[in-house]
């Protein structure tokens, strides 16, 4: 059996548990999915302001390298 990549390790109860990559991303991507679907039954958000931020959001990461990083 392949060694997984491991990102983390925790000790839990006295014994070494190693968290992969792959682990530690399913495990953010569900507790954030999970935020996101509360925030929008509470009516915290409506989902189109949710997409409307995400395309911002990708906007301003993203951004090419010759542009100017305020501009």
């Known amino acids: 059996m392949a060694e997984k990549n491991v990102a983390i390790r925790?000790?839990?109860d006295g014994k070494i548990r190693?968290?992969?990559y792959e682990e530690l991303a399913l495990s953010n991507n569900l507790a954030q999915e999970s935020l996101v679907r509360l925030l929008?039954?509470?009516g915290v958000f409506k989902a189109d302001e949710l997409?409307?931020?995400?395309?911002?959001?990708?906007k301003e990461r993203y951004r090419h390298t010759d542009e100017e990083p305020n501009g």
Do not use: C, R
């Open 10 to 12: 925790m000790v839990i």
């Open 40 to 42: 929008i039954e509470k």
């Open 18 to 20: 190693d968290v992969s």
């Open 51 to 58: 997409l409307k931020m995400l395309e911002t959001v990708k």
